[in-house]
């Protein structure tokens, strides 16, 4: 009975002891739920349209009425309700108040750290402001927004930007410029400092570093056309969009808009930075006072016939230069009529030889039937070292100017920044394309010297006169037999006629030879005007430029789109040489070919007894692998420079 009681106790105690327990966990958990949870930063708008929860500190909460009945001496309460922080709370930024029975023992409220203190709730504006030029100079909010307790909205009002900015920063002419006055107008439209510099993320444009001098020019440049290249904005303010399009359509804005703005001139450049003036005013840097001040920043050598180059010429607009706009349809046309006829030249030839080539071949004749076997392999020289050296200096001069020229005369393709990044950069590339040229003057010089030497001094058999070598079957000069190659050749490909007996030299041939004499007059002179414009404005006016930027353009792609087409047919992909014709890289041609493509030359040789004095050996293997190796990488580049075209004119 005793032990049983004593069981019958201990259980009442244990379960006295667990309601206790849970009596006291339920009400601290109630206490618990019921304390308000600490505010995190970082969960707060940006800008605040409602306000904070008032603080606790501990059972009291500091209401705005209790501060403003102390501060009314300093703080206007209905000027501060009106303002844009009048819906926030004073503990919002005087945050370090915790209890109103110490505060008054203290000195005086702080807002700690003030940027930190008002970055807790403008969180876009903090992090523009830690990338900005002011905070590395340590200008804090309260600098631009005084009167913090009384700040109204700007509502849009930019003559308030101009007077805060005014504050620390120099005039420097905004005030007197076409932006300024304009502004003062009322016009929105018209830039103020923060237009172009930010309101909050100001950039950094001092320093002499690499990076800093390509930001400061970009920006210079990239700054301006957020305006001017709004077309709505600029015809709304009866200002010329064209200014726009024509800069990035020359060299300046095809170099800044691949990328390498510190390599050309930008807008501010020319036109100024803050004091933007009128071109009649005599103090704008583009006035005809000054042009050749402005100029001459960049081009030390610049005179008054320089500055009458168009910096935003057109060859669109036959009203506003009509000039230019005729230089443009003559090149036009000229491009259309060749491309035109050699290519329609091309397709015929491809149809007639390769239903020539394929019934000869089904029948087993590889080679004219007249031919032994066994002579049919033998070698004769076709090419001399001279020629095989020009040729070869020719052809990779060449494709090193298509190359760098590319990327500039299609700047806004989408393939030509990745190129011309691939070549090093934009002053790379023009070193390189300076290089080519001076090397194609070089070998032009020394094809000049030839024909001089062949004229007079080369020894020939029956020692002909000048007159006589000129138009004889070894020189490349058109001849009447041309006249005669060129009708029957088209006969031929309509099926009314045989095959003409050509000679050493063909009329196509001839053509290609003699386009190097016009395309060093268009392309090469114009280039050179380009490459040293300040020595030929000495007797030259500044306008010839923009005409010689046309010309040089439009050969250049007249030259290449040729090249790539036209005489690669000829000499590598028409059937009777596809895939490549080695010969310019050996200098030798089998007997057969000879007998088939130049039968004339063939029989003159036959009758002067002078065929084996051409014989010559196979090619080396290693000749024969160089002259593949080679040809087929030149034709891989030619090829990949005419898609690239292609690519832009038809995509």
Not at 310 to 334: Q, S
Not at 468 to 477: E, H, T, V
Not at 569 to 592: A, C, L, Q
Request: glycine share 8%; with cysteine.
């Amino acid at each position: 009975m005793c032990g049983g009681n004593m069981n019958s106790k201990l259980k009442k105690s244990i379960l006295l002891c667990l309601i206790l327990f849970i009596s006291l966990s339920v009400g601290l958990g109630i206490l618990w739920a019921a304390k308000p949870a600490p505010q995190k930063e970082g969960t707060k708008p940006a800008v605040a349209t409602q306000p904070p929860e008032p603080v606790k500190r501990g059972e009291k909460t500091i209401d705005n009425s209790q501060c403003l009945g102390c501060h009314a001496d300093k703080i206007n309460e209905k000027k501060f309700s009106q303002s844009v922080h009048g819906a926030n709370s004073c503990n919002s930024c005087h945050w370090d108040i915790s209890d109103l029975q110490i505060h008054p023992e203290k000195k005086g409220a702080k807002i700690h750290n003030e940027p930190e203190t008002c970055h807790r709730c403008h969180k876009k504006e903090a992090g523009e402001h830690y990338q900005s030029a002011h905070f590395i100079n340590q200008i804090q909010c309260k600098d631009c927004h005084k009167g913090i307790h009384e700040i109204t909205p700007w509502k849009g009002d930019k003559v308030q930007i101009i007077k805060k900015c005014m504050g620390c920063h120099d005039d420097d002419g905004y005030a007197e410029s076409v932006h300024g006055k304009s502004v003062m107008k009322g016009n929105s439209d018209s830039p103020t400092c923060t237009d172009c510099h930010g309101l909050h993320r100001i950039p950094v444009l001092k320093g002499d570093d690499p990076k800093a001098v390509h930001f400061r020019r970009q920006f210079h440049t990239e700054t301006c056309q957020k305006c001017h290249g709004d077309k709505e904005m600029m015809e709304r303010n009866k200002i010329l969009y064209i200014a726009t399009e024509t800069y990035y359509d020359s060299y300046h804005g095809k170099v800044t808009y691949l990328g390498y703005p510190g390599l050309a001139a930008g807008c501010a450049d020319c036109h100024g930075f803050h004091s933007i003036l009128p071109m009649n005013d005599p103090k704008s840097l583009i006035s005809q006072e000054r042009l050749v001040e402005t100029c001459g920043k960049c081009h030390p050598r610049a005179n008054i016939n320089f500055v009458q180059w168009l910096p935003h010429a057109t060859h669109n607009d036959p009203e506003r230069d009509p000039v230019l706009y005729g230089v443009f349809v003559i090149m036009t046309t000229l491009l259309v009529s060749v491309f035109g006829v050699f290519w329609f030249h091309s397709f015929l030839w491809w149809r007639k030889d390769f239903w020539e080539k394929r019934e000869l071949r089904a029948k087993g004749i590889f080679f004219t039937k007249h031919m032994k076997p066994e002579e049919a392999g033998q070698m004769y020289r076709r090419f001399s070292t001279f020629d095989i050296v020009i040729h070869f200096t020719m052809m990779v001069t060449f494709l090193g100017l298509v190359l760098t020229g590319l990327p500039l005369k299609f700047s806004h393709a989408p393939w030509a920044s990745g190129l011309m990044h691939f070549l090093g950069g934009a002053y790379l590339a023009g070193l390189i394309h300076r290089i080519c040229a001076a090397i194609t003057f070089g070998y032009f010089g020394a094809t000049l010297a030839y024909i001089f030497y062949f004229l007079f001094y080369k020894k020939l058999p029956g020692n002909p006169n000048p007159i006589q070598r000129l138009f004889g079957p070894d020189s490349l000069c058109p001849r009447w037999k041309d006249i005669q190659d060129i009708i029957g050749t088209i006969r031929w490909f309509m099926n009314k006629g045989p095959k003409p007996l050509y000679d050493r030299w063909t009329y196509w041939e001839k053509f290609d030879f003699l386009a190097v004499f016009w395309g060093m007059f268009a392309i090469g002179l114009s280039g050179l005007m380009l490459w040293f414009p300040e020595y030929f404005a000495i007797f030259l006016p500044g306008w010839i430029f923009n005409i010689a930027t046309i010309v040089h353009s439009d050969e250049a792609l007249l030259a290449s789109g040729f090249i790539f087409t036209v005489h690669f047919f000829n000499t590598h992909f028409r059937p009777s040489k596809f895939p490549i014709d080695t010969v310019i890289f050996t200098g030798k041609i089998p007997k057969y070919e000879l007998v088939e493509e130049r039968p004339e030359q063939y029989k003159r040789m036959v009758a002067k007894k002078t065929l084996e004095t051409y014989r010559k050996n196979y090619p080396s293997v290693w000749a024969d692998l160089f002259s593949m190796i080679m040809g087929f990488a030149m034709l891989t580049i030619g090829l990949v420079c005419i898609f690239l075209i292609a690519w832009e004119f038809i995509l």
